[in-house]
């Protein structure tokens, strides 16, 4: 005889079919994953601006509230294949990794060309220096 199963812990097929959300959890995700489509096609066009992060949340957004958005960002013909890979297997394409930490290592030079106290480029710094091992640690694709 087996013992009875733990109520807090996840039944299989709990894992399987995602619970339905309320009114308002449905809502503030799809709006936190337009919100996030929005900064990742400004990402587009600005250079410091991320971009896959950002379609990254939306995915993720859109997979808790609208589905079908979700689809349509996996299907994307440019988005897509990087949303797929960082999904499937964590990794980040070597061109974005490069494009993120130029990027990361460009703000920490504009914070400490204006930064007025000596904390905040260290602070910044390491920060930056965390996030840029992070990404570099992920696997290629």
């Keep these: 005889m087996s013992a009875p199963s733990d109520p807090a812990e996840p039944h299989e097929e709990d894992a399987a079919t995602p619970r339905p ?4 959890a449905t809502l503030f995700y799809r709006a936190l994953g337009l919100v996030a489509v929005g900064l990742g096609t400004l990402g587009v ?7 896959t992060i950002f379609l990254i949340i939306a995915a993720w957004a859109f997979g808790k509230s609208a589905p079908k958005l979700r689809a349509r960002l996996y299907a994307h013909k440019r988005f897509g294949p990087t949303l797929r890979a960082w999904d499937r297997h964590g990794a980040i394409p070597a061109r ?7 990027g990361m ?12 106290s000596l904390w905040v480029p260290m602070g910044t710094g390491v ?4 996030c840029a091992l992070y990404v570099l640690t992920r696997p290629s694709a």
């Design 127 to 130: 920060i930056l220096t965390l």
């Design 96 to 102: 974005a990794k490069l494009a993120a930490v130029i």
């Design 105 to 116: 290592g460009l703000s920490l030079v504009m914070v400490m060309l204006t930064a007025t």
């Design 21 to 24: 959300l309320a009114p308002a």
């Design 45 to 51: 066009f600005l250079p410091l601006l991320p971009t």
